[in-house]
């Protein structure tokens, strides 16, 4: 059984910095592409970061320049630096990663329970 772990969550004051973590575990031959994703109520969640195996990364337009998405693969952990935050950037932040598990043909695209991200003075 699979299971990605987010960590890092929490409150913070306009203008501060959170580091997100997100841990895949279980039976696991390899991870590709791994992303984060932020979800407000009533919204459909929204695409703030990935990054390929190789370590490419992908940005939602309003993260550009403020997060920083990276892997550790060796750990299957994926991380996001979140810099210069502003209210509207309160949300569930969302993991999800590409797994290729043992006697599964292809990936399966798993989803961690989600970190709360609240940031207001």
């Known amino acids: 059984q699979v299971q990605l772990v987010e960590s890092g969550g929490g409150l913070v004051q306009p203008g501060g910095s959170l580091r997100l973590s997100c841990a895949a575990s279980?039976?696991?031959?390899?991870?590709?592409?791994m992303g984060w994703y932020s979800q407000v109520p009533g919204k459909e969640r929204d695409l703030v970061a990935t990054?390929?195996?190789?370590?490419?990364?992908n940005y939602g337009d309003s993260m550009k320049g403020r997060f920083t998405i990276s892997r550790n693969s060796a750990k299957n952990t994926v991380y996001l630096q979140m810099n210069s935050l502003r209210p509207e950037d309160t949300a569930v932040y969302y993991c999800?990663?590409?797994?290729?598990?043992?006697?599964?043909?292809?990936?399966?695209?798993?989803w961690g329970h989600g970190t709360q991200v609240t940031v207001s003075s």
């Open positions: 999800n990663a590409e797994i290729r598990e043992p006697l599964v043909l292809g990936d399966n695209i798993y």
């Open positions: 279980g039976s696991i031959i390899s991870v590709g592409s």
């Open positions: 990054i390929t195996s190789g370590g490419k990364p």
